[in-house]
């Protein structure tokens, strides 16, 4: 069989692994950590740097393709691999959605909207009439996930303040805008340009972090059709390959902007594990083999519902796995890290029903047993 290659072996990497293992692949994985959650399913672990020269040449001649499971991933080393074996997605489209500037610009240039947004490459792009922009987000270019590296402002001296603490580098200030909700939707998209879109999930964060999903999201079909179009027309216009997710804000007056994407497989769509007929770490497999992507049908209403660490008790002791187990509609995913720590995601659980309601009311009467 051939062999598929990952950088990264994290939650994402495990199940990505889990999901060519099944599909008939060999596995290997590059993660410096010997306790790495998809050393334990892999093939063969290469525990190395992700920049190390002997492991990336390893991966690069054992591999029939090389995908990432994290958007910091070097982009020059995915450029390097792809000079021996397939790799998606593209070190350039991941280098794209690292940088929030390219990003914006990239999503701006193919057409579709962003909230407006202010570049800070230097004092002097700050220095300038900000109040187009406030109240707004100063957000770092690099590096930012769960909220981190970001800083709300009100004022302009608060702006000038905050891009000073952030030590002056690259920066966007977004102007905050209403949100109704949030959505993503997470599209796949082959070598071949053709391209299957997940259902909507309806995203709620708590402390910046993911906390639940909600499948499909209580949007109007038109609205969803129109974001399901909109990541279509990104993944098109980066002519990117492999499995794509873009978080949308819907506003209160009803419209629709992008707010980011991740070159991946996204955690807003761990629901299509237990709820669709293909799900995405196995779209990843087919995009990376040049088949055709799996059918997206969702299968039954879901909620998915993240385990941080938080949810562990103080003295480390579990927390009541067996309520969940005899759920008889839910299904837990326990991600094998060792160590709980708050904020750190260890699992998530889905609940299935027949309607998003009862999904929805089921999956928090659970978490609250935990
Ligand atoms: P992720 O972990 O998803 O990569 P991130 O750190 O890249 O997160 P964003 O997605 O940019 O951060 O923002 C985090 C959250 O902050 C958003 O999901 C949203 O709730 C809120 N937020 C971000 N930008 C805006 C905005 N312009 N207006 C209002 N709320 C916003
Ligand atoms: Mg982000
Ligand atoms: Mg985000």
Known sequence: PARLGILGGGQLGCMFTV????????????DPDPAAPAARFADTHLCAPYNDPVALAELGASCAAVTTEFENVNADAMRELARHTRVCPSGDAVA????????????????????????????ADI???LSAWLPGILKTARLGYDGKGQVRVATAQEARAAWADLGGQPCVLEKRVDLALEISAIVTRTSAAQTAVFPLAENRHANGILDVSIVPARVEATLAAAAQDMARRLADALDYVGVLAVEFFVLEDGSLVINEM???PHNSGHFTLDACLTDQFQQQVRAMCGLLPGRTDLLSPAVMVNLLGDVWRDDGGEPRWDVLMEAPNAHLHLYGKAQARPGRKM???????????????????LKETL
Request: proline content about 5%; glycine content about 4%.
């Open 262 to 264: 991740a070159p991946r």
């Open 19 to 30: 999901a060519a293992k099944t599909m008939g692949y060999r596995v290997t994985v590059l």
């Open 347 to 365: 699992g998530h659980f889905t609940v299935l029903a027949s309607s998003v309601d009862d999904a929805l009311e089921q999956a928090m009467a």
């Open 127 to 129: 220095n300038v009439d």
């Open 96 to 123: 794209v959605a690292q940088n929030r500037i390219e990003e914006k610009a990239w999503i701006n240039r193919a057409g579709l909207p962003t909230a407006p947004y202010l570049v800070v490459d230097t004092l």
